[in-house]
């Protein structure tokens, strides 16, 4: 990858080139393995952790790197060069751990968000249920107060990390109709009555389980409320917002991928006596997949740096996971058609970019949701 | 226990690499990087830390002033703190003198155990723990794809070609180690961010009580006159099979002892 990085430091420096080592040597060497025999890289995401690459954008007394969101998402769009899966998972673990960072108490960020930083432990989201993802305030799973437990029953639906997290920023109605009797919970991923169904077979992530899962009489203790009692829907709009910028580095990432490989190849493959990059139609085509990808990039890491800075980000946000995922669906399509019959065929990893970007339109609010959340502010004249 | 492990900066072997007008490894326009057995004897050092069984690991190069990168790297996979051996007039030393370097720096420090890579990637003379071991009087282990500490009694396995040896030795000693002896850990981020922080301590040749004359080119026991690239790949033998090419095949790996 030949991207010009402007980075804020040289710690930030030294960060995303440690991302790009491991990258190399453990992702980049195992990604066609495990997509092809479906099995989760749990040991890749440890050594991951080990290096302190799974609570970047977390403050150091939590336990994280204190690393600003800029400089997170170029080490997401590393990753995702090699293993989208990979940079998905901790573009979920950090999404998991946003509800206690910011909404936690004291005692309960002390209590929990070391562990989860530390990089032994991954986390699972909860919010989308089979009836509803796009209208999440519909919410039907409920946690019922007895005692100083919550009793929690209902079905999650497409739940990345099902059956592997260690615990789940779960979301349940504590309350009336609506967004307003929703609460957040911190759940063990242990915790009796807490069962992981069937993983789906998916078009790709196939290294990633995604599966329903069903929430049986499962007592959460009250001191893992995170937040205020039917505060939560809040704190799950706010972790989309920061977790969307995860998803558009993600599809940043990958579409480079796609669009480095399709280069090599045209710059290797002739037809009619020359290199098919020298056709006109072809390059013009590599050309705008590029200068897109370039776009996708600063319209990812502006929204970035809004919230770095403090300022509201969310419109960004929205235009960046849209934009930028929109982007890797279209190059990662003409990246198989540059490969014209072998874009076909998986022994050449640009099908299963193609397949991989699919998802990325799809999850953390689809494309649609996010056209929803620009017009709205565009109809309130912010 | 303390512990000096040795490190090297090396160009990359992964690169291109080149010979300056001297035949002299040309370390300014190479890309350079730890040699990669180095992370292995670093690793060594950090897994002995780990156990309790040392308290303090030191990290000891000899090279330009770009080698302070590698002590960083070095340093960042855990190491306490490094001594570097810069001067001008080491420029060009062989094996042999370098050790004398070496053996001059460890004459400062404090060591029960000395951990090397058996060989560099540059210039893969591996005879630096026996030289190392000659000069400062101890026990020189060399080869070892395992080594454990009980008390001040080291023993190593020994990677030979057809299995291993058994040796043990009592500290002080140099051990060198090849990289079936472990798997190097990456640096973390905190370990990057202390690494800045560490100590380093330069030492010119006069502070090794060194004269220059005796390092070097100068000094060299040895010198390369000549140098040619690698000749190209040649197209290889192709047998045409008919009907013997198994035969063929079973004799060309048997006349190149691959069976
Ligand atoms: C691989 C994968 C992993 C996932 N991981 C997680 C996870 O970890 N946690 C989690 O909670 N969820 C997860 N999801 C769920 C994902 O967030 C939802 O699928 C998504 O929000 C869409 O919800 P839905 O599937 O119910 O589609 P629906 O909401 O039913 O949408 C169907 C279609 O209608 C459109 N639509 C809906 N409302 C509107 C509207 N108002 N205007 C215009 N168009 C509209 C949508 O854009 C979409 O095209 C995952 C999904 C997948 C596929």
Redesign the interface.
């Known amino acids: 990858m030949t991207v010009q990085r402007i980075l804020p430091s040289e ?1 930030a420096e ?2 995303v080139d ?1 991302a790009r ?2 990258a190399d040597a453990e992702l980049a060497p195992r990604v066609a393995d495990f997509e092809a025999r479906g099995e989760f890289p749990r040991e890749v995401l440890r ?1 991951l952790g ?4 799974l609570g970047l954008p977390y403050p150091e007394a939590d336990g994280g ?1 204190g690393q600003p969101y800029e400089v997170y998402l170029q080490v997401l769009e590393e990753l995702a060069y090699r293993w989208v899966v990979v940079a998905e998972a901790v573009s979920v673990h950090t999404l998991a751990c946003f509800p206690l960072a910011t909404a936690g108490t004291d005692r309960q960020r002390d209590t929990y968000l070391p562990q989860l930083l530390a990089g032994d432990l991954l986390g699972g989201y909860c919010l989308t249920e089979p009836a509803g993802g796009s209208d999440a305030a519909s919410l039907s799973t409920s946690a019922v107060r007895e005692g100083d437990r919550f009793r929690v029953n209902g079905t999650k639906a497409f739940i990345t990390h099902a059956g592997v997290a260690d615990f789940y920023a779960l979301f349940a109605r504590t309350g009336g109709p609506g967004a307003g009797g929703v609460s957040c919970l911190h759940v063990p991923g242990d915790a009796p009555g807490l069962l992981p169904q069937r993983p789906e077979d998916k078009m790709g992530l196939n290294s990633s389980p995604t599966a329903q899962i069903v929430f049986d009489d499962v007592m959460v203790d009250a001191d893992r409320l995170v937040g205020e009692l039917d505060g939560g829907f809040r704190i799950a709009m706010a972790a989309l917002d920061a977790g969307r910028l995860g998803i558009a580095a993600c599809a940043v990432g990958l579409a480079q991928a796609a669009l480095d490989h399709a280069v090599e190849y045209a710059r290797q493959r002739e037809q009619f006596g020359r290199p098919i990059i020298d056709f006109q139609g072809l390059g013009f085509l590599l050309a705008d997949m590029a200068t897109s990808i370039a776009a996708a990039r600063e319209l990812t890491l502006y929204a970035a740096r809004l919230k770095d800075a403090g300022r509201p980000f969310s419109t960004a946000a929205a235009q960046a996971k849209l934009f930028a995922t929109d982007t890797a669906m279209r190059v990662t399509t003409d990246a198989v058609q540059v490969l014209g019959g072998y874009g076909y065929v998986s022994d050449y990893p640009v099908e299963r970019y193609f397949r991989e970007a699919k998802v990325l339109q799809i999850v953390e609010g689809t494309n649609q949701i996010q056209r929803l959340v620009i017009a709205r502010r565009l109809a309130k004249g912010e | 226990m303390k512990i000096v492990v040795l490190v090297k900066q090396v160009p990359d072997s992964g690169l291109e690499r080149h010979l300056s007008s001297d035949f002299t490894v040309d370390r300014a326009s190479a890309s350079n990087v730890i040699s990669e057995l180095d992370e292995n004897a670093i690793e060594a050092a950090m897994a002995l830390a780990d156990a309790g069984q040392a308290d303090e690991v030191t990290v000891l190069t000899v090279g330009p002033d770009h080698a302070v990168e590698t002590i960083r790297k070095a340093l960042s996979m855990g190491p306490d703190k490094a001594v570097h051996v810069q001067d001008d007039a080491i420029a060009g030393s062989c094996a042999v003198t370098t050790s004398a370097v070496l053996a001059a720096a460890l004459g400062t420090l404090e060591y029960d155990l000395v951990l090397c890579a058996t060989e560099s990637t540059d210039g893969a003379v591996g005879g630096m723990a026996q030289m190392l071991g000659a000069r400062l009087g101890v026990a020189a282990m060399t080869g070892a794809r395992k080594l454990t500490v009980d008390g001040q009694k080291l023993t190593v396995e020994r990677q030979t070609e057809d299995g291993h040896e058994t040796l043990t030795a009592s500290t002080p000693a140099v051990v060198s180690v090849w990289d079936s002896m472990n798997t190097p850990r990456y640096p973390s981020l905190k370990g990057i961010m202390a690494a800045k922080r560490k100590p380093v301590t330069t030492l010119s040749l006069s502070d090794l009580g060194l004269a220059p004359d005796t390092v070097g080119a100068a000094g060299a026991t040895s010198k390369v006159v000549q140098a040619e690239p690698r000749p190209p790949r040649s197209a290889g033998q192709r047998i045409t099979d008919e009907g013997e090419g198994g035969v063929a095949l079973a004799e060309y790996l048997a006349s190149q002892k691959f069976v």
């Open positions: 710690e030294a960060v440690l080592q491991i050594t080990r290096a302190g690459l790197a």
